[in-house]
């Protein structure tokens, strides 16, 4: 069955104004149907075959949004804040319309990798508990970290709270010395997602993370060409392959 909204839903929806806006448009004979002067906003179409033009702008019909946004410091990962910039104020107007939100969070001080979509069937799965999902955090850790912590991680370590976490991967990428101590670079992979995760889990073994990116979620990787506070529609192959988690097996 062929998929009916009215013209001036279509429109307000993809971002040409207010219904009362789009009305105004339509009495004023801006917008065409079918190459036709629409005489009624409230008419019925079919939003993906239907040709509508406004003020001779083409209207490209979408109900779903999926982009990757490489988060900077300084921005919180909501979709609003009485205090603080969120992630959607980094987004274009056009790509607001369809009420997206980020799928997770990153703390206000981690950068990297944010999934942002209106699509709440693929988020619930993202972030499923039963799913475990790897989520690949690089790091910059004051403190040495060595062998005793790779194999702490792997076998889970009890955050501040009691919590044991799940196995994690920890790799050790370099070290520097500096006047105030050891710093350790490191990538990290872990399957769940408790608050400060990351953080916590170092902290359990004594040492202080001092600044985190998120690089990979699952089958997504972070666009290294993508700067900080950018963002990019995912690719179909992206999509394919954040789609194939929806099927895959839980324990």
């Known amino acids: 069955m062929a998929k009916r909204m009215r013209l001036d839903k279509l429109l307000s929806n993809m971002g040409f104004g207010s219904r009362s806006e789009v009305k105004i448009a339509v009495k004023q004979g801006r917008v065409t149907v079918d190459g036709v002067r629409a005489k009624d906003s409230g008419m019925q179409l079919d939003p993906e075959k239907a040709d509508v033009v406004i003020d001779g702008e083409r209207v490209v019909y979408q109900d779903v949004i999926y982009v990757v946004l490489n988060k900077p410091q300084g921005v919180v990962s909501a979709t609003e804040d009485s ?36 699509d709440g069937a693929l988020a619930h799965d993202l972030l499923s508990p039963k799913k475990h999902v790897p989520k690949t955090y690089e790091a910059n850790v004051l403190g040495d970290v060595g062998e005793d912590d790779i194999r702490a991680f792997a076998e889970g370590v009890a955050l ?4 044991l976490t ?24 872990i ?10 889990m170092f902290e359990s073994v004594g040492k202080n993370v001092v600044y985190l990116r998120r690089v990979a979620m699952g089958p997504l990787r972070l666009d290294e060409t993508l700067p900080l506070g950018q963002y990019r529609a995912l690719t179909a192959e992206e999509l394919e392959a954040l789609f194939a988690v929806r099927t895959a097996r839980t324990d």
Do not use: C, W
């Open 83 to 118: 205090r603080d910039r969120t992630v959607i104020d980094l987004l274009a107007d056009a790509d607001r319309v369809l009420k997206p939100f980020p799928v997770g969070r990153l703390d206000k001080d981690t950068e990297g990798l944010l999934l942002i979509t209106n």
């Open 160 to 163: 501040d709270d009691g919590y």
């Open 166 to 189: 799940m196995p994690a991967q920890l790799r050790i990428d370099g070290k520097e010395e500096r006047e105030d101590g050891v710093y350790s670079r490191i990538t990290l992979t």
């Open 191 to 200: 399957h769940e997602g408790k608050f400060h995760q990351v953080k916590r």
